[in-house]
């Protein structure tokens, strides 16, 4: 409840100077459209301030109703579309931004009750296809520089945990974001954005229309109130279906682990693993109805074992909550 309330406070935050945003300049769409990696994240011109996280012009805050597990970081998103252009909205999936558009995405950690900014991921609109760069924030949070080869940062986590976060390398970047060869976004889809931003990104004319389905991915901080399977399966859908769906990185697998999917076996239910090797755990099925303990899904959600855990990337802690969710999905197939 707390991060929740850190979060939503964050939003506003940023929502209010969206409001005033009309004497801050806006993001260089030449940076953006250009081909160079920026060596600063400032080059972009997101930020009318950087180290508050307040956006510059166009620049819209948004937050994910099921958002994807990273150790416990704390993630300020933000959507960016150019002057005269607008994204179009296609059913319940993934919002359709034109050339020029930005997906922004800040990692952070609060210690001792002060937030500290880790890594500032982006994804930009060129012409010729999406890009995706890291960039690490320095000490003095003042500017976040391109981390080409990512880097490993000590966090403690809101469990307490002392880890080494780790900031992906550009080329991990395609490993999640990697669909039939090229890199697109994964999460900006309607289903699991909250009708009143789709709203307000149509009334800011960011958008052609707000999409009639929406929110149909449960909050996350609200999951104790909604459908068990609603739970499990959107939270699956944000965290595993981008590698595990056809044309995706781990479409060997035979999983489709994405919401709109409906045959059991896709899900992996008394399917027999493919291509799984050791971090099968000498389990017969993907997932076993009634039992999470049989459940090779589980299990590997359950490890921090090289070529056992799943996710490989991005995961240095076990998601507890997460892995809850799912497992009461499963005894109640």
């Known amino acids: 409840m707390i991060r929740s309330a850190i979060l939503g406070l964050a ?20 940076v953006i459209q250009g081909d160079s990696m920026p060596r600063t994240l400032s080059a972009f011109g997101f930020f009318a301030d950087a180290a508050e996280q307040l956006p510059s012009e166009r620049v819209m805050p948004y937050r994910l109703n099921t958002p ?12 960016y579309v ?16 034109p050339v020029g558009s930005a997906l922004i995405k800040t990692f952070a950690f609060t210690e001792n009750g002060e937030r500290r900014l880790i890594e500032t991921r982006v994804l930009l609109h060129r012409a010729d296809g999406w890009i995706a760069l890291p960039y ?63 709203d307000d990104f149509a009334s800011a004319g960011l958008i052609d229309k707000a999409p009639e389905v929406a929110a149909l991915v449960p909050l996350w901080e609200e999951r104790a109130k909604a459908p068990v399977d609603a739970v499990a399966r959107g939270y699956l859908d944000v965290n595993c279906a981008h590698c595990h769906r ?36 000498d389990l017969l099925f ?15 959600m359950g490890s921090l074992e090289g070529g056992v855990a799943m996710p490989e990337l991005g995961k240095s802690t076990i998601d507890k909550e997460g892995l809850g969710a799912v497992e009461r999905w499963i005894r109640g197939l």
Not at 68 to 79: N, T, V
Request: charged share 20%; proline share 8%; aromatic share 4%.
């Open 286 to 300: 993907g997932v076993v109805p009634g039992h999470p303990e049989q459940s090779i899904l589980t299990y590997r």
């Open 136 to 198: 690490l924030w320095n000490a003095e949070q003042t500017e976040a520089t391109l981390a080409i080869a990512g880097a490993r940062v000590p966090v403690v986590t809101p469990a307490g945990e002392s880890i080494e976060y780790r900031v992906p390398n550009k080329n991990q970047c395609k490993e999640c974001h990697g669909l039939e060869g090229k890199v697109v976004p994964i999460g900006p889809k309607a289903r699991n954005l909250s009708r009143g931003w789709l």
């Open 82 to 97: 150019p002057f005269g252009q607008q994204a179009k909205a296609r059913g319940e999936g993934l919002l359709d931004l």
């Open 11 to 30: 939003l506003a935050a940023a929502a209010a100077a969206m409001a005033t945003a009309r004497d801050t300049p806006a993001p260089s769409d030449a």
């Open 68 to 79: 994807l597990y990273s150790d416990g970081a704390d993630k300020l998103r933000f959507a």
């Open 246 to 281: 056809p044309g995706a990185t781990a479409s060997n697998s035979g999983l489709d682990l994405r919401w709109e999917q409906t045959d059991p076996k896709a899900l992996g239910i008394m399917k027999r693993p493919v291509a799984a090797g050791r971090g099968a755990g």
